[in-house]
């Protein structure tokens, strides 16, 4: 009786001490701005955003180059057939924007649905501090981004289209509406470090962009 309590005793000293020698060996993976399947969307020397999709979910990430350390911009289930699209990612600096539209595939079946309203977001990478806005004033139904720029200091400007078109401008004083009208051409949203540039029947017209 006495040999068998010793190795009996032996196996319950040798198992926790082999499953904590286990534990200590199991690592993490380390966190990465390239993982496994990511497809870039956009990048620059400090931020890299790109998709990667496990399983029916599709997210878009933003990724800070220096640290490694990931956001969650935007997400889709192809399987539940909602989400948000995004159409525009600009990267400028260690800031990110982008405009997001949500979808539903079930409202495909709903006779009076007019669509979703888009938004436009920018990012801090280095405080992780967001920005929003909704894509046009008034709260349409339905609204689109459809340009869309970035500069070094965080400031972002876009064309949003929800009946009429309208130019804004998002800096630290906030959101601010700079054109509107039917004659705004779309596409023609450009910028430069300090200044924006766009059209409105046909005609230039430009603002600062600090």
């Given at each position: 009786m006495r040999r068998a309590c010793a190795t009996a005793c032996a196996l319950l000293v040798l198992l926790p001490a082999g499953g904590a020698q286990a534990r200590r060996h199991h690592h993490k993976p380390k966190p990465t701005c390239t993982p496994k399947g990511a497809k870039t969307v956009e990048a620059g020397a400090r931020v890299r955003v790109f998709t990667l999709t496990?399983?029916?979910?599709?997210?878009?990430?933003?990724?800070?180059?220096?640290?490694k350390k990931r956001f969650l911009l935007a997400s889709a289930d192809e399987a539940g057939g909602t989400g948000d699209s995004v159409s525009l990612v600009r990267v400028a600096g260690r800031f990110v924007a982008w405009d997001s539209q949500p979808f539903d595939d079930s409202e495909r079946y709903n006779p009076d649905f007019q669509g979703f309203p888009s938004g436009v977001h920018a990012l801090d990478t280095s405080t992780g501090k967001r920005r929003t806005a909704p894509a046009t004033s008034g709260n349409p139904s339905a609204s689109t981004v459809t340009a869309l720029v970035l500069n070094p200091s965080g400031s972002f400007a876009w064309i949003g289209s929800g009946g009429a078109l309208e130019v804004h401008r998002y800096d630290a004083t906030g959101d601010t509406i700079l054109d509107s009208g039917t004659g705004i051409d779309p596409a023609s949203l450009a910028a430069s470090a300090a200044q924006l540039y766009w059209l409105n029947a046909g005609a230039p017209r430009t603002a600062s962009f600090g």
């Open positions: 496990k399983g029916d979910s599709t997210n878009l990430y933003a990724c800070r180059l220096s640290n």
